[in-house]
Structures are given as structure tokens and as C-alpha cells.
């Protein structure tokens, strides 16, 4: 029992530093934005963005590794064999240094002839342009070999590393952004040289900081077969998931695009950054929970296993849910403060998208689960044949009604189903999986708080015609359902006890509740 409290501490802890660097950085990335484009102008702003974007096609398998990297690594330390870490880290490491020379290999002849040659570039800025594209491959080729030391981090769940560092990282770019604004060389090259040289040193002392700390981090000579075949299985597998979800995701653009023409793109945009926010949100939470499940399962203690896939998407959802209703019903309102023009259709769009946010937000630590095992071979099969047949009958239903909202509604249902395609094959992987804890105790609690969210803000809503007061009694309000709502009916005795110890620990409110 002291040992799950102990380990219960560690993620509340990492949620917490998770949350503070999202909060910071995101208020300073807003603002940096702003000043960068004021530095490069209008056109170098675009140059820099399609030649950055040539680069960033690489990010799906990068992330397809990394996912890997990181199971393998927290599985050895769930094991609890030194000598199986080092042959994971090394092996990895490895791995990431073939794909990175390979990379180099394809960027520096089929990426570079498509820079020089088929992207439009302003008369005079193709030298520019070129220095940009350089510094990009220079800093993913080294990004992917930093893949293994993150994952490392991430294993032994230290945030904090992650947390600090990143707050730090973004006040520097905020500071090359007003170094190149003043200066009098070409702003394009040196914005790129500073922000390589930028992600060169941050890069340099991860790497220092995981030699000095973790073990597994100094190489060794040793190269695994068994171990190599099973990674890039993996691997492949994960990114067979990622591409068709990639595939799926664009290709509505595209539709959109041929249907509707550019503006709609525009609208979809506005939703998609809404979307991705939120959703990166409650994703902390996931980076919080996922080292534990992996050492859980590794360790063979299933009913700890099981306890965090149930607790985490409680946590995951009641987070979502707290987000995105009072959003929801005060959208065309905050959409007007963000912006000053609001593009026909990005209202709706958005609110179908949180609502999608909702629905997903209890997929992923199920995901995880199955991820744990080893075995994603089926469940990445399965869902890209669901998006593939998704992205059909998306043009289908464009081609029938012609409306783009039926069909944002219809990509609704691909999270419900993906969510029982992971039960069904955890299940399938794992008998001591406990499906009736996740469905009938998580999942059916969960679905009925968001129901019932969503219906007490409609009905503020409606009492309300003051947008600054409905937005404010929505808010109130709303939170205080959820919260309580959660805290006595979705938590176990102990959950209910750290939870109100941790939150009096962390905040003022402890010189409210000590004892005198």
C-alpha cells in the first residue's frame, strides 16, 4: 500500500509540473508568435514554414520510436535489470542513428532538389531559403537521436527535467525573436541559425543530465537481434496507426478543400488549433499515468494495472469535460475576443470538435494498456482500416448532402468505436484485463457526468443574456458540478484522501484546514 502512495504521489507530481509548463509556455509561444512574424515579414514567415514543413513529415516515424523507445525502457525498469536497461538504451540508440543517417541521406538529395526546384520562392530569398532548410535537417537529424535520452526521461518519470527546461526554452525563443526584430542582417537566416543553435544546446544537455542520472544512458557495444526485430515491429506497427490516422485527418482537409474551396480550410484550422489545445490540456495527464502502467504490467501486478487505466481516464475525462463545456456554450463569444475575424463555419466546426475532444479523451490510457504488452500489431491494424473506411464514406457523405457539418459529425463516431476496438483486444492480450472495472464503473459514470455537464450548461445558457455574466455563472457553476459531482462519486476512499491531502499540501488552502 505505501509503495502505490508513493507511486501516486509521483504522478500527481508530474501532472502538476506538466500543467505548470504547458500553462507557461503556451502563453509565451502566443506572444512569441507575434513578435516572429513582425521580425520575418509576411513572405520570409511563409518561407520558413513550407521549407520547416518539408522536414516535418518525419515527425510520424520519430514519434512511432519514441513511443517505442519509451515501452521498452519502462518495461527493463519494471523488470528491474540494470544489464536489460543498458541493451535497450544502446539498442535504440542505435536504431535512432540509422534512421537519422538515412534521413540526412534522403534530405540532402530528394528534399533538397524539392526545395530548389518545386516550392515557390520568392525571387532573391532562395539562398535564404536554403539556410532554413539546412538548419532543419541539422536539428531533426539530432533531434531523432535525442529521441532514446527523452525517452529515458519520460521512463523515469522525471518531469520536472521535461517541465523547467521547456519554461526556460521558451523564454530564450522569445528573446531570439526580439534579438533578430532589431537587427540589421538578414532576419530569415539568422532566426534559423539562432533557433538551431538554440535546440543544439538545449539537446546537449539532456543528454548530460540523462549520462549523470541514469545508468542505461552510457553506451555499450552490443547489439541485440531478438531485441532489434522487436523495436522496429513495433515501430512499424505504431506507425502504420499514426500514418492512417494522418491520412484520415488530411484528407478530410482535402475534401473540405475540393468541396468547399479555401475559407472552409480556414475555419477548420481555427477549430483544429482549439482542438489540439485542450487536447494537449488533458494530455498530461497521460504522460503522468503512462511510465506506471508499463512498470505495472512488466512487474506482473495487474490489479495496480488495472486500478490506473480505470483512474487515469476518470482523470483524463473529468479534465476534458471541465475544458471544454463551459467552451462549448460561450464559443461564439471567446471566439471573438481571440480573434478579429471569425471565419464563416469555424464556430460549428469547433464545437464538434470538442465534443470529439471529449470522446477521445477515453482512449488513451487504454491505448497504453495495450501498448504495455507489446502486442499493437492488431490494434493499429484495425483502426487503420477504420480510418481508412471512415475517410470513404467522409466523401461519400460529402458527395450525397454536401454538408461539411453531417460529416464532422460522422467522424464523431470513430473514437466511440476505436474505444471498443482497444477493450476487445486488450481483453484479447491481457485475460487479467478487468472489463467491467473500465466499462461499468469508468466509462458509464463518465459518459452520464458529461450528459448530465452539457444539460446544466444549456440551462445557464438560456438564463443568461450578458455574454460576460453567462460566461462567468457558466464557468462557476459548471466546476462545481464536475468537481463535486467527481470527487464523491467517481473516486475511490483512498483516491478521495490523497486527492485532499495533495491539493491542501500544494496550495493556500492548508493555512485554511491546519490545525491551530
Known amino acids: 500500500m505505501s509503495q502505490n502512495v508513493s507511486n501516486n504521489k509521483v504522478i500527481a507530481k508530474n501532472a502538476t509540473m506538466l500543467y505548470f509548463r504547458m500553462f507557461f509556455t503556451l502563453a509565451i509561444s502566443f506572444y512569441s508568435s507575434r513578435i516572429v512574424l513582425r521580425a520575418l515579414g509576411v513572405s520570409d514567415y511563409g518561407i520558413y514554414n513550407v521549407v520547416g514543413g518539408v522536414i516535418a513529415m518525419i515527425n510520424v516515424l520519430t514519434s512511432s520510436l519514441g513511443t517505442a523507445t519509451s515501452r521498452f525502457l519502462t518495461y527493463s525498469l519494471g523488470k528491474g535489470s ?77 518531469m520536472g527535467a521535461f517541465a523547467y527546461l521547456q519554461v526556460f526554452n521558451a523564454i530564450l525563443k522569445l528573446g531570439i525573436a526580439f534579438v533578430v526584430l532589431i537587427a540589421t542582417i538578414d532576419h530569415l537566416i539568422l532566426y534559423s541559425v539562432l533557433y538551431v543553435s538554440l535546440s543544439i544546446a538545449f539537446l546537449l544537455y539532456y543528454r548530460y543530465y540523462c549520462k549523470r542520472n541514469f545508468a542505461e544512458c552510457s553506451l555499450i557495444f552490443v547489439f541485440k537481434k531478438t531485441l532489434f526485430k522487436q523495436m522496429l515491429a ?96 460561450n464559443l461564439d463569444f471567446l471566439m471573438g475576443l481571440w480573434l478579429d475575424v471569425v471565419p464563416n463555419g469555424a464556430v460549428v466546426l469547433c464545437q464538434v470538435l470538442l465534443i470529439n475532444t471529449i470522446f477521445f479523451s477515453f482512449n488513451p490510457f487504454i491505448y497504453y494498456g495495450v501498448v504495455a504488452t ?83 450548461a444549456w440551462l445557464i445558457t438560456l438564463s443568461f443574456d450578458n455574454v460576460w455574466m453567462k460566461l462567468f455563472v457558466t464557468l462557476l457553476i459548471c466546476t462545481s458540478f464536475i468537481c463535486s459531482m467527481s470527487y464523491f462519486f467517481l473516486l475511490d476512499v483512498n483516491t478521495k484522501v490523497f486527492c485532499k491531502n495533495y491539493i491542501l499540501k500544494k496550495t493556500f488552502l492548508k493555512y485554511l484546514f491546519v490545525k491551530r
Not at 92 to 113: D, K, Q
Not at 293 to 304: M, W
Open 374 to 456: 507489446g502486442h499493437v500489431r492488431g490494434i493499429n491494424l484495425a483502426l487503420g482500416i477504420l480510418y481508412v473506411v471512415a475517410l470513404v464514406l467522409f466523401f461519400v457523405t460529402l458527395k450525397i448532402t454536401g454538408s461539411y457539418v453531417l460529416t464532422y459529425i460522422m467522424n464523431l463516431l470513430v473514437s466511440p468505436i476505436s474505444t471498443v476496438f482497444y477493450v476487445i483486444v486488450l481483453k484479447k492480450i491481457l485475460s487479467e484485463f478487468d472489463v467491467k472495472a473500465f466499462v461499468v464503473n469508468t466509462l458509464f459514470p463518465l459518459i452520464l457526468l458529461a450528459f448530465l455537464s452539457i444539460f446544466l
Open 82 to 158: 540494470l544489464r536489460d536497461l543498458q541493451i535497450t538504451f544502446s539498442t535504440a540508440y542505435y536504431i535512432h542513428v540509422m534512421l537519422a543517417l538515412s534521413f540526412m541521406l534522403l534530405a540532402e538529395t530528394i528534399g533538397l532538389w524539392f526545395v530548389n526546384t518545386q516550392l515557390v520562392i520568392p525571387e532573391g530569398r532562395m539562398v535564404a531559403a536554403n539556410w532554413v532548410y539546412q538548419s532543419a535537417i541539422l536539428s531533426t537529424v539530432l533531434g531523432i537521436t535525442q529521441v532514446p535520452y527523452d525517452a529515458a526521461i519520460n521512463a523515469h518519470e522525471k
Open 234 to 329: 513495433f515501430s512499424a506497427w505504431s506507425m502504420f496507426g499514426n500514418v492512417t490516422n494522418t491520412i484520415k485527418d488530411q484528407g478530410l482537409n482535402v475534401l473540405l478543400n475540393r468541396f468547399f474551396g479555401t475559407l472552409l480550410n480556414a475555419a477548420a484550422g481555427v477549430a483544429g488549433q482549439v482542438m489540439g489545445i485542450l487536447s494537449a490540456f488533458a494530455g498530461n495527464i497521460t504522460l503522468a499515468f503512462r511510465p506506471q502502467i508499463v512498470k505495472e504490467y512488466a512487474a506482473g501486478n495487474y490489479t495496480r494495472f488495472n486500478y490506473l487505466i480505470c483512474m487515469g481516464t476518470k482523470f483524463q475525462v473529468i479534465v476534458c469535460i471541465l475544458s471544454v463545456v463551459p467552451i462549448f456554450f
